[in-house]
Structure formats: structure tokens, C-alpha cells
Nanobody, 125 residues
């Protein structure tokens, strides 16, 4: 079982940048597809980005394409989400998650087995 802990959230003005980190413990993340999800107040948790075990394939939800970048360092057991050109609608709690579903970059909530506690990102206008 893997434990996940997010960090790097905060308050930023629109147009600014943040870099989220997800530190894993208990097991190597090299066995997992890793993903970032977010949940805004009153809304369902939504997929943001995912990266395959080797890092060769990344996928993004349309609203963040060209602005966000997911990456991983398996040696350091850490996953990152670089967020640029932030918008107020990016405000949410961001969660890191691990999937054992397969070798693809899953967008499906049910395929993520392990979750962090989340980190708040607030973008002011």
C-alpha cells in the first residue's frame, strides 16, 4: 500500500504559477499510474492529469491543456503538477492519486486506489 502527501498549494493571483508535489511512501510509485484530481466547493471531484508508470504518456483534461504539466521522479518517489497561467476557475482542493489499473493513463475515478489528503489552491482574480 502506498501513502500519498500533497504539498505546494496556496493563494496566487490569476496568471500566476504553482508547483504541486506529491510525496509517496510505503511503496515505490513506479508500480502505479499517477494522477491529479481536483474538487471545487459544491462540485464533484474531477480529473486533471495522469502519467503512466514510466512517464512516457501524459493526459490532461481539456481545460488545463497547455497550462499544466504532470511529471514524475520515480527515484524520488514523487509526482509533480506544474500549473501555469492559473485562472480563478482552477480554485479547488487538488488531490494526488495512484492507480493499479494498468499501463495506461487512466481518467477514471474508480481506477484510482490510493489518495492523498489534498492541498488547497486558490486563484484570485
Amino acid at each position: 500500500q502506498v501513502q500519498l502527501a500533497e504539498s505546494g498549494g496556496g493563494l496566487v493571483q490569476a496568471g500566476g504559477s504553482l508547483r504541486l508535489s506529491c510525496a509517496a511512501s510505503g511503496r515505490s510509485i513506479s508500480s502505479y499510474t499517477m494522477g491529479w484530481w481536483r474538487q471545487a466547493p459544491g462540485k464533484e471531484r474531477e480529473f486533471v492529469a495522469a502519467i503512466t508508470r514510466s512517464g512516457a504518456i501524459t493526459v490532461y483534461t481539456d481545460s488545463v491543456k497547455g497550462r499544466f504539466g504532470i511529471s514524475r521522479d520515480n527515484a524520488k518517489n514523487t509526482v509533480f503538477l506544474q500549473m501555469n497561467s492559473l485562472k480563478p476557475e482552477d480554485t479547488a482542493v487538488y488531490f494526488c492519486a495512484a492507480s493499479t489499473a494498468g499501463s495506461y493513463a487512466s481518467r477514471l475515478f474508480r481506477e484510482y486506489n490510493y489518495w492523498g489528503q489534498g492541498t488547497q489552491v486558490t486563484v484570485s482574480s
